[in-house]
């Protein structure tokens, strides 16, 4: 079963407008930590922003905030004020205890488009 | 220096050899992760190491890949007798500690083969 959804293959915003790119994840662990990652088309990987599962305020990093809901398992990102800088694609990612230690996995992805 | 650096970051082969990739993570970061990137999709994951133990292996898609890791620092990712399905990304992660902290990523080693 697929632990990190992404539903959104592509997603296209306006420049200056705010926009949402949905996660929804599966655990049961009580402790894990979920994480936004943006991958522009150089290929690099770039950390955005991290949510601990225990965190009771939802994390914003700049123009990034992420919609925890703990209940729904779900751990939205929110891009305020898109960029043409932020057209790339971004991944969720979710690290829970494992054998031994902790991994990460990731989503899918999204690919997000912002028009000038 | 600073960031994670792996190496080569392209690699053309033929079918049949063995490759091998490199892994020099941010000094001082105790864990280190292997993941493989398919063009234009998601991160699968293949390993982790915790100084220089594997806790979990179950990521290697089959015995042809093996990863080592020693002194705590430098990891090679060795792929023997390639495939084409092999062609992908293979990118390098490090953290300062397992289980804390978000995950440094290397520019990764582009594996092409023929």
């Known amino acids: 079963a697929q632990k990190i959804t992404q539903t959104q293959p592509g997603m296209f915003v306006q420049e200056k407008e705010a926009v949402t790119l949905d996660c929804t994840y599966d655990t049961s662990d009580p402790s894990y930590g979920l994480f936004w990652y943006k991958q522009p088309s150089s290929g690099e990987m770039i950390f955005l922003i991290y949510q601990g599962s225990y965190d009771q305020q939802n994390a914003t990093e700049g123009r990034y905030s992420l919609n925890f809901q703990k209940a729904r398992k779900s751990a939205n990102l929110v891009i305020s004020a898109s960029q043409l800088g932020d057209s790339a694609m971004y991944f969720c990612?979710?690290?829970?205890?494992?054998?031994?230690?902790?991994?990460?996995?990731f989503g899918a992805g999204t690919r997000l488009f912002v028009k000038a | 220096g600073a960031g994670v650096s792996q190496s080569p970051s392209n690699k053309v082969t033929e079918k049949g050899k063995d490759v091998e990739l490199r892994c020099d993570p941010i000094s001082g970061h105790t864990a280190l992760y292997w993941y493989r990137q398919s063009l234009g999709q998601g991160l699968e994951f293949l390993i982790y190491f915790q100084g220089n133990s594997a806790p979990d292996k179950s990521g290697l898609p089959s015995d042809r890949f093996s990863a080592e890791r020693t002194g705590g620092s430098v990891s090679t990712l060795t792929i023997q007798r390639t495939q084409q399905e092999d062609s992908a990304v293979y990118l390098c992660a490090s953290s300062y500690k397992l289980g804390a902290g978000e995950l440094f990523f290397g520019e990764g080693s582009r594996l092409t083969v023929l």
């Open positions: 990612a979710m690290r829970e205890a494992d054998t031994g230690g902790f991994k990460t996995i």
